[in-house]
């Protein structure tokens, strides 16, 4: 039988492949037996899996980060596709895989990313700003490389914390073009500050791969974390107090809502605009990537990260026909 990636799954088909574990939990059926529950990824996608003839003596060594060999049938719950696992092994030296082949990762080299992350530093006119910024980047560099932005959801993909991080700052620079009174220094910083203690929010492996969530991210969250972090490195650079209030108010705020994690909105514009800047970002990102997989003219499934909503992929007639004349 051949292998099969995750985007040619067809519900009802008996499909093997090789994928990596992306979250692996032991649940409990309502008769009381145990079964695993996975999401398995290659790079064209990920799929939940159930193995329902768990067997603990096996199970253990399914853990997150680990590839492995799977045979099973293509099945649909609640409008998404799920594998029903048959059998499952690890990976073996003989099956000549490279772990890089898959995991989903960031559209540009994380040193091409980082380079351009650091030109937007270099613009930053403001000293403590700046001084604060560098700092930061340059504590969380080695990890920054690989990181993504989130255990699941938007950019949670290899290096998808610098692709994020960078995707805002250009917004940021277009978006101070069309209000000029913004402050781009404290715009730049916020954009570069409000997510990086996510690394440390989260444990990651150098895939990209998050197992889980630390215990201080667990009990603070990243932004109370990056608050305590930009605390410190004002003390460090001796920055102005103004500068390291608004810093935190900027990284305190950015989620909006208090059931989101920020107990004040924002009381500066440049606050406003972060907290859009990140959202617009966010929710492109995960527009996108349903609709990558459907064809033109279809709908997605419903989406809970956007409440549910059923994305429409229109058929942009004029490109066909662009296309058609080229091919003439």
């Known amino acids: ?27 409990m059926t309502t008769s009381n037996s145990q079964y695993m529950d996975l999401i398995v990824s290659d790079k064209s996608g990920e799929v939940n899996a159930k193995w329902w003839e768990y067997k603990k003596e096996l199970g253990d060594s399914f853990s997150v980060g680990k590839l492995v060999k799977i045979r099973g ?9 799920q594998l029903r696992i048959d059998r499952i092994r690890l990976v073996t030296p003989q099956d000549n895989v490279d772990p890089q082949d898959f995991v989903h ?3 540009f080299k994380p040193e091409d990313m980082m380079g351009r992350i650091l030109q937007y530093v270099i613009k930053i006119k403001n000293r403590d700003i700046k001084e604060i910024v560098s700092r930061a980047l340059n504590e969380k560099k080695e990890k920054l490389m690989h990181y993504p932005a989130a255990m699941k959801n938007h950019h949670s993909i290899r290096s998808g914390l610098l692709y994020h991080i960078l995707t805002m700052l250009k917004l940021a620079e277009r978006i101070c073009e069309v209000y000029p009174h913004l402050d781009k220094d404290l715009l730049y910083g916020g954009v570069i500050l409000h997510d990086l203690e996510k690394i440390n929010e989260m444990d990651s492996n150098d895939l990209g791969i998050v197992s889980g969530y630390t215990m201080e991210g667990m009990l603070l969250g990243h932004i109370v974390q990056g608050i305590k972090m930009v605390e410190r490195i004002g003390k460090q650079v001796n920055a102005d107090p103004e500068i390291v209030i608004l810093l935190q108010h900027m990284l305190l705020a950015h989620h909006y809502e208090p ?3 920020s107990p004040k909105r924002p009381m500066i514009p440049e606050g406003e605009i972060l907290h859009y800047l990140d959202v617009i970002d966010a929710r492109m990102y995960d527009m996108q990537n349903e609709l990558d997989d459907i064809q033109k003219g279809e709908f997605t499934d419903r989406i809970w990260v956007l409440h549910n909503r059923q994305l429409y992929k229109y058929i942009n007639h004029e490109d066909e026909a662009e296309q058609k004349e080229n091919r003439s």
């Open 1 to 27: 039988m051949e292998n099969t990636k995750i985007e040619n799954f067809e519900v009802g088909k008996i499909t093997q492949g090789f994928f990596m574990i992306k979250s692996s939990n032991v649940r």
């Open 73 to 81: 049938m293509v099945t649909e719950w609640q409008g998404r596709l």
């Open 105 to 107: 990762t960031a559209p």
């Open 259 to 261: 059931e989101f994690g």
